[in-house]
C-alpha cells in the first residue's frame, strides 16, 4: 500500500511552512507565541510542548483539508490516528513534581499539573483537541524517536487500522531541557505530517506532494543507509543527517562513499538546534519543502550514529516521480 503525505505543519521561530524549513529566516526570530496560532482557548495548564503540538497540528490538519473553517474535523474520527515524539516534553512538569515532594510532600503537587506529569500527554490532549479517535501512540524513546514515529504511523494504515494519521514531533527549549542536554538548545518548536493511504488522499481529492519509502532500523548508522540503498535501489538526492553531524565522531562514521558522494546535505540541528524526538518528523517536513522548491530524487531522512546504538532511516520521493 502507498503511504503519501497529505498535509505538513511547521511551527519554529524561524520556519513556518516546510519550505522554510530549507530556507529558514533571520536568527533572531522571536519564540513561537501559541496563543497566536490557535488562541487562547484550551491553552491554560497545558505544558508548552503540548501547546506548541496544537500549533502544529491545526497547521497539519488544515494543509491537509482535514478541518472545516471553523475547526471542525471533516472525517470521522475514529479514522484518524495520532503518534507522538518527544524526549524532553514533559520533564519540566516532571522535574517540578519531583521538586515539590522533595521539599514538601505529594500532597503539596498541582492537580491541575498532575496530568502533564504522564508522558503520553502529548498525543492525548492533541486527540481530544481535535477529536481524533483512532490509535494512539507516544513514543519517548531517543534519537530514532522521530523517524519511528511516521514509520508506525505508516504501519498503522498499512496494517488497515486507519486510512490516516496525525504524526508528531515537538521538543520544548526550557530550564529543565538545558540543565538535562547540558545547555544544547532545542528547537523549541513542532512539526507534523499528515500521512495517509494514496486511496484515502484520491477520494479527499486531497494533494499528496511525497510519498513514504522504505524504512530500516538497526545498529549502525552506515549500515542503516547501505540498506536503505539496496531497498530504494536509488541514489539520493538528499541526505538529511543525524543529530549532531558536525561533531568529529558523526563526522567519521562508516558510510557508504559510492552512495553519498557528492549528495547534497542538509542538517537542521545545526540550523535550527537540537531536534532530538522531533527530528525524524521535522525531516519528512523539509523533504517535503524540498520537493516544493523545485527537489527532485529521492531523500534520505537518517537518525542515530554510526555505533552500536540504533540508528534509522527511510526515504522520501516528490508525488510526480512516484
Known sequence: MTVVVSGVGVVLPRARSAPELMAPAAADAPPVEPKDLVGRKGLRYKDRATQLAYCAADAALRHAGLLDDGGGLRVPGRSVAVVASSNYGNLDTICRAIDTIAEHTAAAGS??????????????????????????????????????????????????????????????????????????????????????????????????????GDYVRGAGLGRCLERLAAATGDRP?????????????????????????????????????????????LQCAAAVGWFARGGAGPVYATAGTDADDASAGIALRGRAAA
Open 111 to 212: 492537580a491541575m499539573d498532575l496530568p502533564n506529569a504522564s508522558s503520553n500527554v502529548i498525543a492525548s490532549s492533541v486527540a481530544i483537541r481535535f477529536g481524533l479517535r483512532g490509535p494512539n501512540l507516544m513514543l519517548c524513546n531517543g534519537a530514532t524517536s522521530g523517524l519511528d514515529a511516521v514509520h508506525w504511523a505508516a504501519t498503522l494504515i498499512r496494517g488497515g487500522r486507519v486510512p490516516r494519521a496525525l504524526v508528531l514531533g515537538v521538543e520544548p527549549d526550557n530550564a529543565s531541557v538545558r540543565a538535562f542536554t547540558g545547555g544544547a538548545r532545542t528547537i523549541d518548536g513542532a512539526a507534523a505530517l499528515v500521512v495517509e493511504s494514496e486511496e484515502s488522499a484520491a477520494e479527499r481529492g486531497a494533494s499528496a506532494p511525497a510519498v513514504l
Open 237 to 281: 538526492a538528499l541526505w538529511q543527517l543525524p543529530e549532531q553531524w558536525q561533531l568529529p565522531e558523526q563526522r567519521t562514521a562508516a558510510v557508504p562513499d559510492t552512495l553519498l558522494a557528492g549528495v547534497a546535505r542538509h542538517d537542521l540541528g545545526e540550523v535550527f538546534g537540537q531536534g532530538s524526538g522531533a527530528l525524524g518528523v
